[in-house]
């Protein structure tokens, strides 16, 4: 049995929980979603999904619980959405814990604060994909071994690098699983 666990620490949680739940059953695959906050729990996990929230606390409390340990040690496959892309990310505008596993520079809360959040279209695999932005980053340089997925007005708001998949805006909310299910993928062909 594969297993994913969604990172319980703060942020959109459940929201993710929910989704990763529908798109195992819609595309009839034999995963277990879990809600996981220790290392122990992290340390079971086939894939990781770190939520929006935000990204300081979730990365002080990833390193103080050992959980950024876990990820790294057992080479977890992670999919980061808003403050988990900025999780992901090698270097950030602002000094904070980070995975650093996607060579990228993110800067964070780049299209605004919370009042500001907004929706608009966006193209992700080949097709059209509703983003949800909410005090959304957006990565300003990427490594060579690092594909861009999708931009929005020419900032860069999603990509992926080996095991791993960023976005800047929250698929979560959308009801659209095409992203959840493209890192379930990842994580089976990685648990294979």
Do not use: W
Not at 72 to 100: F, H, R, S, W
């Amino acid at each position: 049995m594969t297993t994913i666990g969604i990172l319980n620490l703060q942020g959109d949680v459940s929201e993710h929980f929910e989704a990763m739940k529908k798109t195992a059953c819609d595309i009839d695959k034999n995963v277990d979603v879990f809600k996981v906050k220790t290392s122990a729990e992290v340390s079971k996990c086939d894939g990781i999904i770190i939520s929006g929230g935000e990204s300081t606390v979730i990365g002080t409390l990833m390193e103080e619980t050992g959980i950024k340990k876990a990820i790294i040690d057992k080479n977890i496959p992670v999919m980061g959405t808003c403050a988990g892309m900025v999780l992901l990310a090698k270097k950030t505008d602002y000094e904070q814990p980070l995975l650093g596993l996607i060579d990228m520079e993110v800067k964070r809360n780049a299209f605004g604060r919370q009042k500001v959040s907004f929706e608009d279209d966006i193209e992700i695999f080949g097709k059209k994909f509703k983003g949800i932005f909410i005090r959304a980053p957006y990565i300003e340089k990427v490594g060579e071994n690092v594909d861009i997925l999708s931009k929005y007005n020419e900032r860069i708001v999603a990509v992926k690098s080996g095991k791993h998949i960023a976005t800047a805006f929250h698929p979560e909310l959308t009801g659209d699983t095409t992203i959840h299910e493209y890192f379930i993928k990842e994580v089976l062909n990685c648990a294979e």
